[in-house]
């Protein structure tokens, strides 16, 4: 079935770096969303991104992130300072249309802040 | 709090046998419920979804039943198999009225099917 692909599958950095995920969505998907997962809990909502702009963002969605897909290359997630609980799993999904359409999911991307 | 509450982290069935994995929604405005399977270090990927205006679904071995009264849906698995090991995630939101579907997630119910 359709893939999505998340680069780097692990990333660790030092506290206050910069990080950039990047995300692969299905090619003539239109919605692309980010959910996190601290360990041991579940998914959580934190963006999603249509037409180049942010349609909803969840109150873990801090200042400091930011989400972008310049000229239809990759769909990333910034996080810039990052900080200790920015520790966490990142899923990326897309779905072709909003309401009830399917997302399809990456295989996230592990971050670790040291 | 937990809007979407799976009560059972781990449920363990023999080989052909039912399982029953549960879910428990806070929100009377979600309208889509849908079940994921997560391998470790997977992509979770759709099993199988429901819209609010049915009570049940069927696809092959999986049924989901939606209790709108109760707030509440399952996903049955008939004849489970070894492969159906996984973790099942259960997710709720709202499609409709042009909602832009973020997904509310449980924690997740790992399943573990024995010979």
């Known amino acids: 079935g359709p893939k999505v692909l998340q680069i780097p599958s692990h990333q660790i950095i030092d506290m206050g770096q910069m990080v950039t995920l990047n995300c692969d969505p299905v090619?003539?998907?239109?919605?692309f969303y980010w959910y996190k997962q601290i360990l041991g809990q579940q998914m959580e909502f934190l963006v999603n991104?249509?037409?180049?702009?942010?349609?909803?963002k969840s109150k873990l969605f801090k200042d400091q992130f930011s989400v972008e897909r310049p000229d239809g290359s990759y769909f990333t997630l910034k996080i810039q300072p990052t900080a200790l609980e920015d520790s966490a799993v990142y899923f990326c999904?897309?779905?072709?249309?909003?309401?009830?359409?399917?997302?399809?999911f990456g295989p996230g991307t592990r971050l670790t802040v040291l | 709090g937990q809007q979407v509450k799976q009560s059972s982290p781990s449920l363990t069935v023999q080989e052909g046998g039912i399982s029953i994995l549960n879910c428990d929604y806070e929100?009377?405005?979600?309208?889509?419920f849908a079940w994921y399977k997560k391998y470790p270090d997977n992509s979770p990927t759709l099993l199988i979804s429901?819209?609010?205006?049915?009570d049940k679904r069927e696809d092959g071995r999986l049924t989901v039943f939606l209790n709108k009264s109760g707030k509440h849906f399952s996903l049955h698995i008939t004849a489970s198999q070894p492969e159906d090991t996984a973790v099942y995630l259960c997710?709720?939101?709202?499609?409709?009225?042009?909602?832009?579907?973020?997904?509310?997630f449980g924690q997740g119910t790992v399943l573990s099917v024995i010979p």
């Open positions: 991104f249509y037409n180049g702009k942010v349609m909803e």
């Open positions: 429901v819209r609010s205006n049915v």
């Open positions: 090619s003539n998907h239109l919605y």
């Open positions: 929100n009377d405005m979600f309208d889509y």
């Open positions: 999904a897309s779905s072709f249309a909003r309401g009830h359409a399917e997302q399809f």
């Open positions: 997710a709720a939101g709202k499609g409709a009225t042009g909602g832009n579907n973020k997904l509310t």
